[in-house]
């Protein structure tokens, strides 16, 4: 695999054009090893400069690396120009705030981005330190700021970082803006010749105090009598969590000690993401051995909170996203100010539709979005009016949306104990609660089927073949397609008695869309069963049992439909 005149030419361009010295001397030593025959180093070297890191609407996000096609120093400050150029033509000169996380690399990206910003007129808040990113999205709207930019790779491995952008209000970044984003930064020059500053960005240093107070007035209940354990999986978020709990008056919190310290190496899990099998083995072990009554853990961000419970067979579970969903759901309209609202709840196509029951039980508005917190923040009337609770099933939650536009790990931890602490007092608990939502409203099973191909072609193939040729039938039930083009490359397949976007009393609902970031095709199922008598503890069992089958015989179709 010799090296091409043409990748040898575009590396030192870039070395030519790179503002770090050190990552110069990265991609020099890789240039030299694929001048000197090493094949993978060739490899490495055409996957790192044959193109650039994409910016989509969630920013961009990448392996820490030199390269054009690598999250570095020139790549942030080319990002930063388009960003501000795209700016002075949209919104004029304005606020911007700059945040970060603790992920190798990202002190330095948000100086590069405040220096660009701040030399191209914008007056620039940065965040005093390393803070999650629900306070990035806070300060944006607080300070009326016409964007916000974190730096943060979420939940990507140890390797990645990224860089995120919020629009004025506090708002996740939409299509198209960007892609007018990415066409300006694609019009940038050389890292080298962009104008950057060494000071003159101002601190927002009363942030996180700002954002306790608001979220110290969150909790409804009157008592605070729950022991947690909790962890941040070596992210930013311990510090914040611990206060936000004291504040609220939860002050019985243990934290897992080895997982406290922000850590960009992530030395005790696999992935740092309580998705993942095994995250939250440490703080489950550490809720047995303190006598908990709430596990809590954080994503690396801290802008995703999963919840786990003692478990009646013994030992702990985490709750999937859609049963924390529909708990917080049901406590948050339950507990809300209704006083010159119209309240709206929203969750997406592939998250439980237990939710709009739950809303219409409360007489108050539902929508549901397509998939993301930037379309969940844009629901009912395309501003999100009136919206008081959102949340999407990975564990994105929106508790406070008047002052957090976005996923808040930290102010839905201080809900969820609340809630925990309540029905503690009342002799009760989540899955107890769980059970009387699931009588009322029906058991809603929810799956997850993920097929991975090594041809993208594959994809385009098969939701051209479901849309010439969709099923008239899954599960036993008789099945009606909705094609979501032009707006989304999705399917919606839905059976039952409901009406009209409701799976209604023994219902199915089948999601069906390409992976925006793997060669996948996602599908997400649910099984809805009705529970006959509501007050009979035997029928609620018999109703999860027949969901179970119904998912069971649902994923087992759909798999061999998406395969075929």
Avoid at 509 to 532: D, F, H, M, N, W
Wanted: with cysteine; hydrophobic share 40%.
């Amino acid at each position: 695999m010799p090296l091409e005149n043409e990748l040898r030419e575009a590396t030192r361009r870039w070395l030519d054009e790179d503002v770090d010295e050190d990552g110069r001397a990265e991609l020099r030593e890789l240039l030299t090893s694929a001048e000197g025959g090493d094949e993978g180093a060739v490899a490495e070297l055409r996957q790192r400069v044959a193109q650039p890191l994409g910016f989509g609407t969630a920013g961009m996000r990448g392996p820490v690396r030199a390269g054009p096609n690598g999250m570095n120093r020139a790549v942030v400050v080319r990002t930063t120009a388009g960003l501000a150029r795209w700016l002075h033509g949209r919104e004029g000169v304005g606020t911007v705030v700059v945040g970060h996380d603790a992920r190798h690399g990202s002190r330095r990206f948000a100086e590069d981005t405040a220096g660009v910003l701040h030399a191209a007129g914008f007056r620039v808040y940065v965040l005093p330190e390393a803070l999650p990113t629900p306070l990035l999205v806070y300060a944006t709207r607080s300070l009326g700021a016409v964007a916000g930019v974190q730096i943060t790779a979420s939940h990507n491995p140890p390797a990645d970082n990224g860089y995120k952008v919020y629009l004025s209000g506090g708002t996740p970044l939409v299509a198209p803006f960007d892609e007018e984003i990415e066409h300006e930064i694609a019009r940038v020059g050389p890292a080298r010749e962009v104008e950057r500053a060494e000071q003159g960005w101002e601190h927002y240093e009363r942030v996180l105090d700002d954002y306790l107070a608001r979220v110290e007035t969150l909790p409804r209940g009157r008592t605070r009598d729950l022991r947690v354990a909790a962890t941040a999986l070596h992210g930013v978020g311990a510090r914040p969590l611990r206060y936000a709990l004291h504040l609220a008056g939860f002050t019985d919190v243990y934290l897992v000690a080895d997982q406290e310290e922000p850590d960009p190496d992530f030395p005790t899990v696999e992935f740092p993401n309580p998705e993942e099998p095994g995250a939250t083995d440490a703080v489950l072990e550490l809720a047995g051995e303190v006598g908990a009554e709430l596990a809590i853990a954080l994503d690396p961000d801290a802008d995703r909170c999963a919840v786990g419970v003692p478990a009646r067979e013994g030992g702990w579970r985490m709750l999937r996203g859609d049963e924390t969903g529909v708990l917080l759901g049901d406590h948050v309209l339950g507990t809300a100010d209704r006083s010159g609202r119209d309240p709206l709840v929203a969750t997406t196509i592939v998250s439980s539709a237990m939710l709009r029951s739950i809303a219409a039980d409360h007489g108050v508005r539902y929508d549901e979005t397509l998939t993301g917190f930037k379309w969940l923040m844009r629901a009912g009337d395309g501003t999100a009016t009136g919206l008081v609770y959102a949340y999407e099933e990975a564990l994105g939650h929106c508790v406070d949306p008047e002052y957090v536009r976005d996923k808040d790990g930290l102010s839905t931890a201080v809900v969820a104990c609340d809630l925990a602490a309540t029905l503690k007092a009342r002799s009760g608990s989540l899955l107890d609660r769980l059970d009387e939502l699931e009588a009322r409203h029906g058991v809603h099973e929810t799956g997850q089927l993920s097929v991975r191909v090594r041809d993208l072609s594959t994809i385009d193939e098969t939701m051209r073949r479901l849309r010439e040729h969709p099923p008239g039938e899954l599960a036993g039930l008789s099945v009606s397609t909705k094609d979501l083009l032009p707006d989304a490359d999705v399917l919606v397949l839905r059976g039952g008695t409901g009406s009209e976007g409701s799976e209604g009393p023994g219902g199915l609902r089948v999601v069906i869309r390409p992976s925006g970031t793997e060669p996948k095709l996602k599908c997400y199922l649910q099984a809805v069963e009705p529970v006959r008598d509501p007050a009979s503890s035997p029928e609620l069992t018999a109703a999860r049992g027949r969901a179970r089958e119904m998912m069971s015989a649902l994923t087992s179709e759909v798999r061999a439909l998406v395969e075929s």
